[in-house]
Structure formats: C-alpha cells, structure tokens
C-alpha cells in the first residue's frame, strides 16, 4: 500500500495542482495545456529516452485528429469511438513508416519525420480535398453525441476526461520509466553498441519506443479533433513542427514531468504575451533562446534537483528529530 | 607462415581463414585460432596489431570479408551482434564504458532480462563490492567498478564464452590480481578469450597464447613451458 502510495503520489499531486488551477485559470487554457503536454510526451520520450529528435511530430498529431475527425464527420458520433479510432490510425501508422525510420541516424530521422508532416500537409490539403474539405476542414462538433458519465460535447466534461486521461499517460510513462525496456531505451541514446554485446536489438527497442511516442501524439490529435470539434490541414503545418521540441526541452528533456511544465509554460507564455503585444511569435522565439541558455536543463529538470534536495533535507531533519527523541 | 590453428571437434570456438577489412584498409590476414571449453585463450600484441578487431569480428560487430567463424559448429559469420550474445558469446568491451546513466543495479538488469538469467548470486560471488554499490550511477564509479560491473553483467545467462578485451589496462594492482583469480574461476564454467597486454598475467592463466602482430597470428603457444612472458616477447 505504502510501496503503491510512493509509486503515484507524484503524479496524483501534478495532476491535483491542474485541477486546482481551474479555479483560477480559464478552462480553455487548462484543456490546451492538458493535451499539449500529452503531445509533448511522445517527443519528450524520443528525445529525453531514446535519443532521436523528431521535427515531424505534426504529423502524428494530424493523424490522430483525421483518424477522429473522419470517424465523426462521416460515419458516427460518440466521441470514445472517434478517440479509439484516432488512436488506432496513430498505431498504424508509425508501424508502418517506423520500420523505414528507426533505421536512420538522429539527423536524419529529424528530417525525414519533417518530410512525412508535409507530405501529410499537402495530401489532407489537397490531393484528399474532396474528403477533408482542404483548408476549409472538417466540422463536427454538432455531429458529437452526448455520452453518460463524461458527456466530451461539454469542456467541463472534457476537461475531466483529459486529466484522466493525462493521469493515465503520465502512469504508463513512469511505468515505462521504471521498467526494464525504459533501461533498454536509456541504454540505446547512451550506447548502442553496449546494449547489443548484452543481446538486445537496437532497431527492436527503438522501433517499440517509436511506436508508442507516437501513438501518445495521435492520442493527443484525436483529443483536440474531439476538443475543438474540428480538424484542419493546419494541425499538420509544418510550421508548428518544432513546437513540441521546444516544449520539451523547455519543460526538461527526458523527464516525467518536463511535458507538463513546458506545456504549462509555453501556453502561458503565448497566451499572456499575444495579448499584449502583436507579432508575439518573435518575442517568445527570443525568450524561449534566452530560457535555453541560461538552463540547458529546461524548467522542470533544473526545478527538480532543487525540490529533491530540499524534500530530501526535511526529511532528513525529520529523522534526525525521531531519532533526538527515541534517544 | 604459421600453419592452421589446431582446430578440432571439441573447439567451442573456431576461427579459420578470417580476413577483415575496415573500407579499403586490410586488418586481419588469415587469422586461425581455436578454443576449447574452459579454456583460457589470450591474444598478445602491440596496439594497433588487430587484436580489438579480432574480438569485435568474432562479436559480430565487424563483418569479415573472408573466412569462418564457428562455435558449436554453428557459423556466426552474418549473424547480428545482439543473436550472437544470445547464443552465450558475450563481449567485453575495452573502454570501460558502462551504462552511465543508469544505476549497478539497472545495469546488471538489464544484464538480467535479456538473458532470462536473475540470480546474482554468483555476480556478487565474484565481486562483492557490486552489492554495496547497487544504487549507485554506474557513470560515478572507478575504473575498476566499472570493470567488475561490466564482467559481471557478461556473466549472467551462464555464457560458454567471454571475449575480454583489455580487461585491466589502468587497473590498479590490487584489482588486476582480484581479477586473475576471477578469471581462473570462471574458467571452470566458461571458455574466456582475453586481449591483454599484461604479458605475466596472460602466462600465469592461460593454456594457450596467440601472438598477433600486423594482423597476423606469428605464434600459437599451447606448451605451458613456452607460454612464459619473455618467449611471448620475442613475438611482439
């Protein structure tokens, strides 16, 4: 009990701060920021776990979200449905290219994950226009059907479901985290040819790691496809290709909880400043160099040591008065 | 030229013909050896005379242009670095680089899940400092914790045979006499292949010395009279 306690008692205190922060901050924002670290997680993984860094991420997303947004546009309505389908088209997908793309050095296979986000860019925007409605897009949010329980048509509904959700991701990550494949994949960033003289095969261990980064993208997708209700090729823009690697090196690359904070951060960020001033991109392209040069570590990652030592020193304060008293 | 190795039936492991090449820059001519059960087998030689490039071929890590490599009678050459662990022919690599980010006790996991092989026992039998430093980044331990961690690791799953690569280069001497005995002992389960320089060492525990120099094996030393540092020596 006490073990299982440990094990979660981060996660459930992340997640409990979220939540608390509804009462303040507008649900709006708390429903981006809750599906923006879930993309963020799967490069988060790439990046912080295995070592490759993918500028093609909006890809998966898009995925995700056509997958959704095709299931509720023209063939049904709950909500759940359209998530599984979304999720499943991401698991599709990068089992098909991921064979093709582990293969490649960490450059290349930055610039390769690029290529498929235009590729997918141009295909939903043109050439498949006559299903995907081009830059129009899809609508559906009216098609979306009430469900019980968690009715996803209403954002506080949403926002319950996307926390849930999060918990869930954050729970498999950490397992991943702790378990022997997290090692595996530790062990590839760090060394491949070591991890081979022990009888492991790269291409399998980055493949599976390919596989559910970007499997937790296309969940993301088809969580905004359900969110906003609608779909469009600029979900897939090539322009916002590196915003998840920003985000995750800004949170803390290859930390559980790096994603949520660079989500947290960069969301905020973005929506304070675009208020004030007009070309806000530019300004937070400034700040966010400036943030990486002055703490490599990203937020979280140099927090984090910080909090460890301090909990770390209270608890041993708290040993040392125990053990006062016992004496 | 050296005639072909004596290789027979019992071999755990036979090299024949093996040539190797890095581009258009030949490293191995025509290496034969051969190495029976639980037997300790060094390679001798200057730097640079191909003794890595020997280990890594038979490792899987470099593909041969010519030549065989067998263990069991089952060929090796084309098989995958990682199928070849697998089979119980574990390398240990030279630069001592560990997992450095992950702790002894992940590491030796990691040992442990690919071989299916969780007792420790005999790990921690042989190098009982592991036990005190299992929480520790393996990144932060001395040249020779690492090399205690990284022999122990290839132990686990019971390999027929270890390639060590350079095993005490910048050990100090207490540890590189920890290690003869270790190797001595392993050497009742397992056949080990060692590159080592430490020319005493190599004598006082092996059965058979090969002499590599230039890429070429120049001597076979299976008589324990012959295998004395100043006749390994004379071949270097």
Known sequence: MIKAFRWWWGILLAFSLLAVTRAFLPLAFINEVVIFSIYTMGCSFLLGRVGFISFGQPA????????????????GTNP????LLGVLSGLIVSGIVGPLFVRLRSDYFALVNLALAVIIYYLMQKVLADITKGDNGLWFLTNIASTPLLDLGKPNHFFIFALLVALAVWAFYKYLDDSI???????????EDKLEFLGYSNYSVRLLAFIIANTTTALAGSMYAVYLGFVSPEITSPARAADPVVVTILGGVGTLYGPLVGAFAYTGMKDVISKLIGNWELFIGFLLVFIMLAGEKGIWGTLQPLL???????????????GKEAH | MLPHSTANNDDILAVSGLNVSYGESKVLFDIALSVQPRQIVACVGRNGAG???????????LKPTSGSITSDHIDLVGRKSYDIAKMGIKYVPQDKKVFSDLTVRENLELGSYATQDYNWDRVIDYFPKL?????????FLSG??????????SLLGNPKVLLIDEPTEGLAPSIVAHLRNVFTELSKNSALVIVEQNLPLVCAISSKVYAVKEGRIVAELADPDSIKADVCERYL
């Open chain 1, 60 to 75: 998966y997303l898009a995925v995700g979200a056509y997958g959704t947004a095709f299931y509720l546009f023209y063939f």
């Open chain 2, 131 to 139: 036990k005190e430093l299992m929480d520790r980044k393996a990144g």
């Open chain 2, 51 to 61: 003794k890595t490039t020997l280990l890594k071929s038979i490792a899987g890590f």
């Open chain 1, 308 to 322: 460890e030592k301090l909990l770390f020193r209270k608890k041993r304060t708290a040993g040392t008065a125990d």
């Open chain 2, 144 to 153: 020779g914790e690492r090399q205690m961690l990284m022999i122990g690791r």
């Open chain 1, 80 to 83: 759940y449905i359209g998530i």
């Open chain 1, 181 to 191: 494949y997290g090692a595996c994949c530790l062990a590839t960033k760090i060394n």
